[in-house]
């Protein structure tokens, strides 16, 4: 093989290989089904109105969800 394909070869093998690893990494990961040791507060904002409340000078939402936490 001449060196533009042997280069190719090991480019294509480390992308591959560098591929492998990752979905390996995401397999390992397992949901955890117990409830949290402590209250968790959630809160869903919608993109269509949340931008406006949480801008600091506008809604303050994120101002005082930082006070809250």
Not at 61 to 68: F, M, Q
């Amino acid at each position: 093989m001449n060196q533009r394909m042997m280069v190719l070869v090991w480019t294509l093998f480390l992308i591959i290989w560098g591929q492998s690893a990752s979905f390996a990494d995401v397999r390992r990961l397992v949901l955890n089904p117990n409830p949290p040791t402590a209250t968790v507060k959630l809160i869903f904002i919608h993109h269509s109105t949340g931008e406006n409340w949480l801008t600091d000078g506008n809604g303050d939402l994120g101002l005082t969800l930082k006070k809250n936490s």
